[in-house]
């Protein structure tokens, strides 16, 4: 089992936390270690270290590698373009190939907490098994537990069983509000989950297939000699390539895709919100972080990592975030604008 | 005329826009200047520059030379420790009487804001006048706009004229909500400005009669020779005193005390939410100062001093102040509480 940790991301929803320098996937969010950190942890124990590749952005490269040093400079790709999920992984399929043609390779969204690393585990191993037997794309569904519009749905067959998964029926886009109610009312909605278990020469067959100009353009690498001239051809390539993802690109074309249920615990933390599932709050209902002064305060979030006190006086369901690269102040329920700040 | 400001004071309700060093005599709340500088030159065409002294705390002094730059160095008066006014106002009388026994003194707070300085000048020479005839302590009375439970009250006699003024007929210290409310309601109750005016003389025979163990202590400065020996003592002595308003002290006590009404505007800019008075809204209501992104943000006051930016979403009747020293989330309502913020 090969294993390609996706790191990019740029992390606009946690600023002034998370800044291009400092995306999500390098945030301490848990108190346990950066989600980057925390997504190698989980599969480590599984995968040889010199199986696992981190790809990633360029300006944040040599923090992932003080993240995890156990993996070498080669190990850790910087792409010179942000170019969504696809083109990613053709290259990463591609580069695969040359020595495991006829391996597995995961992919894991790096900025995701899932804390039942058995489970997880065994998953993964279904998953792989699936992918081996089928030879076809292999997706993590989750259970979802609320009507949430921030996520693409799967919707399984239930007619089709494979393993403990189920062919695809159909992917779903960000639904609206009403949508995403009745998919939370179906039994085989899924929430895509962005781990991805598929043969190198599985996902190569199919992107062939879904996304011939990509594959053109990526075409010298699967000629390039040395690793020195294939990483470098990589890196001149890669910024000509759409941007384009591997959900849109291919699952939702391809006909050999299944989902597996998954049965860990998920949290994708896409927002401050988020962080109330797994952050303790005190006698006030506050989840608070460095040095706040807190007076008729309740139920807020305050993270303090700035190098100067902050005080709260009178305030209720805030999130106040104050850093050395900025300060927020946001209802909780406008979580979702945050996006829209640009400096 | 002499002049005595007033500018002690830590300032603790503007945190963290004031600081111990800089308290919010030095702030430039109005975009005018500092309050201690308005403060002075709205004097500074009565009184000749070298008849003006500024008492102040020793953290402060070379902040406050900075500001004035007309003052000698000696006209600086750094106070070796907090004691309220009568100590301060005391000593000032005792300095002052060496040269202008006969001359009047007007004391003035540094920290507050008044803009039709025709009017104020009027008023000083009215008290002046008063002063010098009756030998009495003038006070300047502010006529109530609202139900203020911050400041102490004076009661002026309208059966005993004198001269635009009154017989003072009672000072009363901050009243509960419903007296506030009778207070206003009533004719002849002013707001006690802090704004004083007597003879060097007058001020020092009440201090003799009325705080006895205070010029006790003083006493050596009678006889103090030489200006370097004056101040020597004044620092060695100073700590010594007890810490007492002169309103508490002398002025609650004595029987020749009048109050002048003023009819010039005055603010003393008390906390934030006293700045609305003097900032002009944007066309969401808010009062917004230094790099501020604000998305869905209403009737908030928003100060960003730091050096990175400041984001606002969905809030409403908050004052938010970022600044090298601290950052303050507070709803309008309970800016009073700011006070209690110890770090």
């Not at 040599?62 to 992984?89: F, K």
């Not at 690393?117 to 065994?122: D, L, S, V």
């Not at 799967?154 to 639904?175: L, M, N, S, W, Y």
């Not at 599932?277 to 993270?303: F, L, W, Y």
Request: with cysteine.
């Amino acid at each position: 089992m090969l294993v390609v940790l996706m790191a990019g991301g740029s992390g606009t929803r946690f600023w002034p936390l998370s800044t291009p320098a400092r995306p999500k996937q390098l945030l301490n969010l848990t108190g346990d270690g950066s989600l980057l950190q925390l997504t190698y942890q989980r599969i480590k124990d599984l995968v040889p270290s010199e199986n696992i590749y981190v790809f990633t952005g360029e300006g944040i490269q040599s923090a992932v590698g003080r993240e995890i040093p156990e993996l070498s400079e080669n190990q850790i790709v910087a792409e010179p373009a942000a170019r969504n999920t696809a083109p990613c992984i053709a290259a990463a399929a591609l580069w695969l190939r040359r020595k495991h043609p006829d391996e597995t390779m995961v992919v894991l969204p790096a900025d995701h907490l899932i804390t039942d690393i058995a489970k997880f585990h065994r998953c993964l191993k279904e998953a792989d098994a699936l992918a081996r037997v089928s030879k076809g794309l292999v997706t993590l569904g989750i259970k979802p537990t609320r009507a949430e519009t921030g996520f693409g749905y799967i919707e399984a067959d239930p007619e089709r069983t494979a393993g403990r998964g189920f062919a695809v029926k159909g992917f779903h886009e960000k639904p609206d509000s009403a949508t995403a109610k009745r998919y939370l009312a179906r039994k085989h909605f899924f929430w895509n989950s962005g781990i991805f278990v598929w043969k190198v020469s599985s996902i190569l067959e199919s992107l062939y297939m879904h996304l011939p100009e990509l594959m053109k353009i990526l075409k010298p690498l699967e000629s390039a000699d040395k690793p020195e001239i294939w990483w470098k051809t990589f890196k001149e390539l890669f910024p000509k390539t759409p941007s384009v993802s591997v959900d849109y690109g291919v699952l939702e074309k391809a006909a050999n895709v299944y989902v597996v249920p998954a049965t860990f615990d998920w949290n994708d933390i896409g927002s401050w919100p988020a962080l109330e599932s797994i952050r303790s709050r005190d006698a006030h209902g506050n989840i608070v972080q460095g040095s706040v002064r807190q007076i008729e305060t309740k139920d807020c979030m305050i993270i303090n990592e700035s190098s100067v006190p902050l005080a709260t006086i009178g305030v209720k369901d805030l999130i106040i975030v104050s850093t050395k690269d900025g300060v927020l102040v946001c209802h909780k329920d406008k979580a979702q604008e945050i996006r829209q700040i640009k400096f």
